[in-house]
T-cell receptor, first 113, second 112 residues
Framework: DARVTQTPRHKVTEMGQEVTMRCQPILGHNTVFWYRQTMMQGLELLAYFRNRAPLDDSGMPKDRFSAEMPDATLATLKIQPSEPRDSAVYFCASGLGAKNIQYFGAGTRLSVL | GENVEQHPSTLSVQEGDSAVIKCTYSDSASNYFPWYKQELGKGPQLIID?????GEKKDQRIAVTLNKTAKHFSLHITETQPEDSAVYFCAASEGGGFKTIFGAGTRLFVKA
């Protein structure tokens, strides 16, 4: 049963701390997306990669957020330093080729106190 | 850039009735329109999609219609069941590109 795996599922941290969220895309998928979901803003696209290269990260606050794909099986989203307004559920999704279909992970619920 | 608006934000129906969710988009270059269902504590899951060369698509109790001239598309769920209760998102993207813009979501309640 192929699926996108995100870790951790929940993270509680204090303001100013570094947070790293990890995503394992479905094997063979060549596109990876990071989204943030809040009640106020809905689903916001933060960044996406194709063949491990960043294509668009315009939705991401550049001063504190960074996204990378060290290899084809791992994508990371890092926040440093974290702030209370970063509290949200962060989703990773992966896809293949030009089909545009995205498969979402279960998300990481982040709470910054 | 693309902007997707979705209505209503909340929809309550009786079991067995139909539910309709409507979306509009702004970018005429968009040509792929997926619909996702999100259950509590889970990520969105694709339930149906439509491409711009098709006006309607059905899959059992769900159907999607697309009007490219008016830039709107709709999700229709017939014979609703309690397990259809969830948040539904419409989205739009330009084929070949991968940037997908989501609507704000519709929370559907199906009352038994």
């Amino acid at each position: 049963d192929a699926r996108v795996t995100q870790t951790p599922r929940h993270k509680v941290t204090e303001m100013g701390q570094e947070v790293t969220m990890r995503c394992q895309p479905i094997l063979g998928h060549n596109t990876v997306f990071w989204y943030r979901q809040t009640m106020m803003q809905g689903l916001e696209l933060l960044a996406y990669f194709r063949n491990r290269a960043p294509l668009d990260d315009s939705g991401m606050p550049k001063d504190r957020f960074s996204a990378e794909m060290p290899d084809a099986t791992l994508a990371t989203l890092k926040i440093q330093p974290s702030e209370p307004r970063d509290s949200a559920v962060y989703f990773c999704a992966s896809g293949l080729g030009a089909k545009n279909i995205q498969y979402f992970g279960a998300g990481t619920r982040l709470s910054v106190l | 850039g693309e902007n997707v608006e979705q209505h209503p934000s909340t929809l309550s129906v009786q079991e067995g009735d139909s539910a309709v969710i409507k979306c509009t988009y702004s970018d005429s270059a968009s040509n792929y329109f997926p619909w996702y269902k999100q259950e509590l504590g889970k990520g969105p899951q694709l339930i149906i999609d439509i491409r711009s060369n098709v006006g309607e698509k059905k899959d059992q109790r769900i159907a999607v219609t697309l009007n490219k001239t008016a830039k709107h598309f709709s999700l229709h769920i017939t014979e609703t069941q309690p397990e259809d209760s969830a948040v539904y998102f419409c989205a739009a993207s330009e084929g070949g590109g991968f940037k997908t813009i989501f609507g704000a979501g519709t929370r559907l309640f199906v009352k038994a």
